[in-house]
Nanobody, 124 residues
Framework: QLQLVESGGALVQVGGSLTLSCVAS????????VAWFRQAPGKEREGIAS????????TDVDSAEDRFIISRNNAENMVYLQMSSLRSVDTAVYYC?????????????????WGQGTQVAVTS
């Protein structure tokens, strides 16, 4: 059974950078589409970026603009989210999620496997 574990969350200053990691175990991520989501206190969980098994990716313009980059290493069963120029509004718990096949999507209902999340706090 596929399991996902996120890491890399931290307290960072405005303008700083972080790279989040998501490691899969139990099954290969190789044929799955993976996405990063985040949830701020009192807000809905929102999709940030998604990447297909072949490496095609999409980023939500509203939440990430050109500041966030999703990537993956199938050989290591890893997916990453590089975040730069962080802002206070980026403070949230960040989750990775996986779905079988399919195109990239930022719709959370399409993802059946979720990690437990990693906290990112951006402070001024």
């Amino acid at each position: 059974q596929l399991q996902l574990v996120e890491s890399g969350g931290a307290l960072v200053q405005v303008g700083g950078s972080l790279t989040l990691s998501c490691v899969a175990s139990g099954e290969s991520l190789g044929d799955r589409t993976v996405a990063w989501f985040r949830q701020a206190p009192g807000k809905e969980r929102e999709g940030i970026a998604s990447i297909t098994a072949s490496g095609a990716s999409a980023t939500d313009v509203d939440s990430a603009e050109d500041r966030f980059i999703i990537s993956r290493n199938n050989a290591e069963n890893m997916v990453y989210l590089q975040m730069s120029s962080l802002r206070s509004v980026d403070t949230a718990v960040y989750y990775c999620a996986a779905r079988s096949g399919g195109s990239f999507s930022m719709a959370k209902e399409k993802y059946g496997v979720w990690g437990q999340g990693t906290q990112v706090a951006v402070t001024s």
